[in-house]
């Protein structure tokens, strides 16, 4: 079985500055899919990065990036220029390939914090 | 488009009772999941079901059950409710076309048992 872990609880950071949560994950997989979620304190949650795990390229979406290292089963999540709306639970995701067999598997979350 | 949504919101119950909640997907899915996310345990995948079919269940006891509608909304049947039930139940939805879709997620239920 995967197992995922996100070993920073809480973080707390400058409006503005850069932050980045890490996150190792374990399985005998080759191929396999990545996530960040981000869950607001409203609670929905919202996909921010996916990452195929066959593509060496770090996957981008605006002001969010990843640094994913394969090798060391390492897939961390940088944020930059951190405004105020990006305050919430972060879960690091894991899904392996042939489908939702397992569901997505989780990490315990970083309660990220962006101070004015 | 109209996202994931369930309901009801918020539901209280008593324990040694029985809940029905609610999801209706992304139009267009076909996969519907559910996950439990308890205070202190995380988020983790209840059930999935595919096309109608339950295709695969987490580490839960037979009474989380559920069904998917040939509109391939889905709902979750909870029986013998017990204190540690009480949670967050979020739903997502998803195309399946081999693994690795992003899901979807819905508002959540909240579940309270008292």
């Known amino acids: 079985a995967q197992t995922v872990t996100q070993s920073q609880p809480e973080m707390s950071v400058q409006e503005a500055e850069t932050v980045t949560l890490s996150c190792t994950y374990d399985t005998s997989e080759s191929n396999y899919y990545l996530f960040w979620y981000k869950q607001p304190p409203s609670r929905q949650m919202i996909l921010v990065i996916r990452?195929?795990?066959?593509?060496?390229q770090n996957a981008t979406e605006n002001r969010f990036s990843v640094n994913f290292q394969k090798a060391a089963k390492s897939f961390s999540l940088k944020i930059s220029d951190s405004q105020l709306g990006d305050t919430a639970m972060y879960f690091c995701?894991?899904?392996?390939?042939?489908?939702?067999?397992?569901?997505?598997?989780f990490g315990k979350g970083t309660h990220l914090i962006i101070q004015p | 488009e109209a996202g994931v949504t369930q309901s009801p919101t918020h539901l209280i119950k008593t324990r040694g009772q029985q809940v029905t909640l609610r999801c209706s997907p992304i139009s267009g899915h076909t996969s519907v999941y559910w996950y439990q996310q308890a205070l202190g345990l995380g988020l983790q995948f209840l059930l999935w079901?595919?096309?109608?079919?339950?295709?695969n269940r987490g580490n839960f006891p037979p009474r989380f059950s559920g069904r998917q509608f040939p509109n391939y909304s889905s709902e979750l049947n909870v029986n013998a409710l017990e204190l540690e039930d009480s949670a967050l139940y979020l739903c997502?939805?998803?195309?399946?076309?081999?693994?690795?879709?992003?899901?979807?997620f819905g508002p959540g239920t909240r579940l309270l048992v008292l």
């Open positions: 995701a894991f899904s392996q390939e042939g489908g939702g067999a397992d569901g997505l598997t």
């Open positions: 990452q195929e795990a066959y593509k060496q």
């Open positions: 997502a939805s998803s195309f399946f076309r081999g693994g690795g879709e992003t899901q979807y």
């Open positions: 079901y595919d096309e109608g079919e339950e295709r």
